[in-house]
């Protein structure tokens, strides 16, 4: 399983914006392949984004998309932001 995770720095007091932005992406979101899509709020105006995916073809398959996404946030962020990959070599579902 390999997982694409991207730290954001939001302009201050967009976070919810942001979010809320994100949400109504979600048919798009659908379309790339993910198995998982989690945003954490760690307050301060930052989130993580992680999208878990079945193969490294997926992940690399999502990257135009992704792209495209992570540019209608872009009004949201303080800077840029970078999708990075990673394996999972654990992901308990309880």
């Known amino acids: 399983m390999y997982a694409s995770y991207i730290e954001f720095q939001h302009k201050p007091g967009k976070t919810a914006e942001a979010i809320e932005m994100t949400k109504q992406m979600e048919a798009d979101l659908r379309q790339m392949g ?3 899509f989690i945003i954490v709020d760690k307050g ?21 998309k992704a ?6 946030l872009s009004d949201f962020m303080a800077s840029p932001p970078e999708r990075k990959q990673a394996d999972v070599p654990i992901n308990f579902i309880f």
């Open 34 to 36: 993910m198995k998982q």
């Open 44 to 64: 301060d105006d930052s989130s993580t984004l992680i999208a878990l995916y079945d193969t490294a073809q997926a992940y690399y398959a999502a990257g135009p």
């Open 67 to 72: 792209a495209e996404l992570l540019g209608r």
